[in-house]
């Protein structure tokens, strides 16, 4: 499976260590910066990730800044993106299982690095249920998207 990831300052060393974790679990991983801890705008990563779940270059992403709260923010703010900031693995599992999201959201202040690795592997691994109350609700978000 093809993904990106994108992080501000406050998720660079998340994401450098989740790009060979996610890679040796055998993901093709784009990595969509940023490229220093140099403080930097979390908008101007999480847009352009986004963007690309959206147009199909990348099947999912994965955001992290600081709390990973500014960039769900940002990527919820594109059209067919559902991101999920989860802090635990039965948050990952279950935003597949029920939200179908494509965009994991991780704060790099938040938790630890094993079990942010843990809410990737998770999140990534499992598929969207299909169960009808959950595809009806998805569907009322589109339409409500739609609306806009
Ligand atoms: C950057 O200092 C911090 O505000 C950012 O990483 C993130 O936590 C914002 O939501």
Request: aromatic share 8%.
């Amino acid at each position: 499976m093809k993904i990106a990831i994108a992080s501000d300052h406050g998720g660079f060393e998340y994401k450098q260590t989740l790009i060979p974790y996610l890679t040796s679990l055998g993901y093709e991983v784009v990595d969509m910066g940023c490229y220093s801890t140099d403080s930097i705008d979390y908008s101007d990563y999480a847009f352009p990730l986004a963007e690309a779940v959206a147009d199909g270059t990348v099947e999912k992403g994965i955001v992290i800044c600081g709390t990973g709260i500014g960039v769900s923010i940002c990527a919820n703010k594109v059209k067919n993106i559902r991101c999920a900031l989860c802090t635990d693995p039965l948050m990952a599992k279950l935003t597949r299982e029920h939200n179908d999201s494509n965009v994991l959201a991780l704060g790099g202040r938040i938790i630890g690095i094993e079990l942010a690795k843990e809410i990737a592997s998770t999140w990534l691994s499992t598929p969207f249920s299909g169960d009808e109350r959950h595809a009806r609700r998805i569907e009322k978000i589109s339409a409500y998207e739609n609306e806009k």
